[in-house]
């Protein structure tokens, strides 16, 4: 257990759909990441916040919807996804924005676009 | 061109050996972190070194930072089959707030 969680573990979704992943920290952060990790390749950042505002958007497409309603939560908003969306998606969060202390990850939702 | 690759991509070794993986970069950096991670599933922390550090160790692991090199190296000492995951090193580049920057990993097979 890290104190970072995420809902739902799994997901299965086809092109049309709109869903919604969901991350909690309960560590008291400030900070909060998306990351994707698709087979054969890094984890890539996708979105960076820091005290609730947006501060990275690593170029990802608009049909990935980030939300943070306040420092303990994130979401990510998805639609009209395509098949090549399909892959892990992590949560993390740290205390400090500057990217000086240590990212404590969440176990991740498993998505599969159809 | 990519931050933070390791080396080597698999490795596979008997419990009791020592396993050691690579990463180099290629940026500046605030610090570099290492995470584990089992099939799959959620990244855990190992260990997190300072640019102005050279050496940091946490139980069986031992890790060290040569900036002049821009390398780093992640040793696990009398592994256990506990500990066959894949391992990442991550690059916090400076002045790029809490931007980490993965590599592709080393996945690390131990057998019993």
């Known amino acids: 257990e890290t104190g970072v969680t995420q809902t739902p573990r799994h997901l299965v979704m086809g092109m049309t759909n709109k869903k919604s992943l969901k991350c909690e920290q309960h560590?008291?952060?400030?900070?909060m990441y998306w990351y994707k990790q698709s087979a054969k390749k890094p984890l890539e950042l996708m979105f960076v916040?820091?005290?609730?505002?947006?501060?990275e958007n690593n170029s990802v497409p608009s049909r990935f919807s980030p939300e943070c309603p306040n420092s303990s939560h994130l979401f990510l908003h998805l639609h009209t996804l395509q098949p090549e969306d399909s892959a892990l998606y992590l949560c993390?969060?740290?205390?400090?924005?500057?990217?000086?202390?240590?990212?404590?990850f969440g176990p991740g939702t498993r998505l599969t676009v159809l | 061109s990519q931050q933070g690759e390791e080396d080597p991509q698999a490795l596979s070794i008997q419990e009791g050996e020592n396993a050691t993986m690579n990463c180099s970069y290629k940026?500046?950096?605030?610090?570099l972190q290492w995470y584990r991670q089992n099939s799959g599933r959620g990244l855990v922390h190992l260990i997190l070194?300072?640019?102005?550090?050279r050496e940091k160790h946490s139980g069986r692991l031992r890790v060290t930072l040569d900036t002049s090199k821009k390398s780093s190296s992640l040793l696990i000492t009398a592994s256990r089959a506990a500990d066959t995951a894949s391992y990442f090193c991550?690059?916090?580049?400076?002045?790029?707030?809490?931007?980490?920057?993965f590599g592709q990993g080393t996945e690390l097979s131990v057998k019993p």
């Open positions: 070194i300072r640019s102005n550090e």
């Open positions: 560590l008291g952060h400030n900070a």
């Open positions: 940026t500046s950096i605030n610090n």
């Open positions: 993390a969060s740290s205390q400090d924005p500057r990217g000086t202390d240590t990212q404590y």
């Open positions: 991550a690059t916090a580049p400076y002045n790029q707030g809490g931007k980490l920057i």
């Open positions: 916040y820091n005290f609730k505002e947006q501060t």
